[in-house]
Nanobody, 119 residues
Framework: VQLVESGGGLVQPGGSLRLSCAAS????????MSWARQAPGKGLEWVST???????SYADSVKGRFTISRNNDKNTAYLQMNSLKPEDTAVYYCAIGYGTAENAEYDYWGQGTQVTVSS
């Protein structure tokens, strides 16, 4: 199993980024995929989940600003992040599994990609 995130970087407040997660070594099309993040000095926070049927869920902190999607032909998951805020600064991880506001169960996760929102 391999998950490789990309697309992070430095962006000004109000800007946008699109993260990608290239997956291999498992059946991507039937897998639930999630994004989580870890800000400096804080624990891992669930951000969003997309199920195999395409249904999605989001943490309240990103709802309306972030969009999760998947391309099963490319074995890739995405996280489109708009209207970024400084508090979105974190290492973002792609994971196999689901999350909610209360808990999360991840089987594997990638190495992460840094997102920094600053002027």
């Amino acid at each position: 199993v391999q998950l490789v995130e990309s697309g992070g970087g430095l962006v000004q407040p109000g800007g946008s980024l699109r993260l990608s997660c290239a997956a291999s070594g498992f059946t991507f099309s039937t897998s639930t995929m999630s994004w989580a993040r870890q800000a400096p000095g804080k624990g891992l926070e669930w951000v969003s989940t997309i199920y195999s049927d395409g249904s999605t869920s989001y943490a309240d902190s990103v709802k309306g600003r972030f969009t999760i999607s998947r391309n099963n032909d490319k074995n890739t998951a995405y996280l489109q992040m708009n209207s970024l805020k400084p508090e979105d600064t974190a290492v973002y991880y792609c994971a196999i599994g689901y999350g909610t506001a209360e808990n999360a169960e991840y089987d594997y996760w990638g190495q992460g990609t840094q997102v920094t929102v600053s002027s």
